[in-house]
């Protein structure tokens, strides 16, 4: 038993979890009555009941109307404040919103069960000396003539091809659509339509009738809209098209000096380099990123503790909001998009799990072994990037707001503590 408002009040907690506790407290009979009998004589002042002026109707009418009401707002008030009492002296560190589970006026009084979910307490042992893979930084010549390859790709021109000469898989074709049918009801016409028959993304029934054809001529095609269509309006409908071929270009492509004078170099040589210096820095962000992730799952292995699954839910969540508006924001529909949201939102709780198990190991750490970000060091910081910065009294002013700074120092405190782990443990650097 514990005293509550001068009341004894009796209250158990079970661990379900390391980080869920189930709470169960139960108010005896005197006291929710002497509650009840409170709340109502309130209701009793305001009260506007027909045949009665206002809060002037008789206790025993305002309780027979307005018991419901009373015991709601006893429940709500009640558990409000006897559970932040509970936690606060059990010294619960709550991590998610609490959920009741049963709340029930009885014999004997008033109880409800409520789930508190709490942070980890993270005791770090194996930290140290264990040995952990990082990806060797690997620029192949196949990775660069790609990128060469795409950079000539975006830098082609189009020459018409002889009008003896007939169209082929690499062809860029052009055509007036003379009739345009859906389902049988005709639509219209359109001019200068262009395929670039170089693409998997057209129609295979309409890349099809494109090949081997004549500038000039007339040609007919059928086909049936894909059921994934962005546009509803015609998923699984037949498209019926008389089309006339109206011009046929191939692409031409610069030769490796040709595109390397195009992009400001000397020769391709230069050219070749600079590329292999952007993806050296594009892999070894993507590696230095994989390295940690791989870091922190190493001591979450070596030192297991559980995160609270409300956090990883919620974090999931946020996760599939984010990327529903960035879908917005380009112009996508999510809900035309035939999108498994069930299996992507497993796969955020995976990553999500790992984002807060990685906080609670930086928290951790950062306790321990007294790893700190001085003001000093943040300051520098901070001057380092308004130097680099070509407006610098807009980054000045940017950089001033509170949640910029804090992600700034984060962000510091998260590389020293990794520059720790690695002086403090077996990197083996290993091939692709």
Not at 124 to 153: A, G, P
Not at 176 to 191: A, C, Q, R, T
């Amino acid at each position: 038993m514990k005293i509550f408002r001068g009341q004894e009040v009796k209250v158990s907690i079970e661990d379900v979890t390391t980080v869920k506790k189930k709470v169960i407290v139960n108010f005896p009979k005197e006291t929710v009555n002497e509650e009840l009998r409170k709340e109502l004589l309130k209701i009793q002042k305001t009260a506007e009941i027909k045949g009665f002026r206002k809060g002037k109707a008789p206790y025993s009418i305002v309780e027979k109307i307005y018991m419901p009401e009373a015991m709601r707002r006893y429940a709500e008030r009640i558990i409000k404040e006897s559970l932040e009492n509970i936690t606060t002296e059990n010294q619960l560190d709550i991590a998610t919103r609490p959920i009741i589970e049963k709340e029930d006026f009885t014999e004997g009084g008033f109880e409800y069960h409520a789930i508190i979910e709490v942070h980890p307490k993270v005791e770090l042992n194996k930290y140290k000396d264990l040995t952990i893979k990082k990806q060797k930084i690997n620029v192949t010549e196949e990775m660069i003539d790609s990128t060469l390859k795409e950079m000539k790709e975006k830098n082609y021109q189009l020459e018409d091809i002889a009008d003896s000469e007939k169209s082929d898989q690499s062809s860029v074709v052009t055509f007036d659509v003379l009739e345009y049918k859906l389902d049988g009801e005709y639509i219209g016409k359109f001019d200068n339509e262009v395929v670039d028959l170089t693409k998997g993304t057209i129609f295979n029934d309409l890349k099809e009738s494109l090949i081997g054809c004549g500038v000039g001529e007339i040609k007919e095609v059928a086909f049936v809209y894909p059921e994934n269509m962005e546009d509803e309006k015609l998923r699984g409908k037949k498209a019926e098209l008389k089309i006339m071929i109206k011009k046929i270009s191939k692409k031409v492509y610069p030769d490796d000096n040709e595109l390397a004078k195009k992009m400001n170099f000397e020769d391709i040589s230069a050219l070749r380099e600079d590329i292999k210096k952007n993806i050296e820095i594009r892999l070894s962000k993507e590696i230095e990123d994989k390295f940690r992730v791989e870091l922190f799952n190493k001591i979450a292995q070596e030192n297991p503790f559980e995160v609270p699954e409300g956090m990883v839910d919620e974090m999931a969540i946020k996760m599939l909001e984010d990327f529903m508006r960035n879908l917005e924001k380009a112009g996508l529909d999510p809900s035309n998009m035939n999108l498994d949201w069930k299996n992507m939102f497993e796969a955020n709780k995976k990553s999500a799990e790992h984002i807060l198990k990685r906080h609670y190991i930086l928290k951790a750490l950062k306790e321990k072994e007294k790893l700190e970000v001085t003001d000093e060091e943040l300051e520098n910081r901070i001057s380092e990037i308004i130097e680099k910065s070509q407006d610098k009294e807009r980054a000045s002013a940017y950089l001033a707001n509170p949640n910029v700074r804090r992600n700034i120092y984060m962000d510091m405190l998260e590389n020293k503590i990794v520059e720790f782990l690695i002086a403090n443990n077996q990197i083996e650097v290993v091939e692709e």
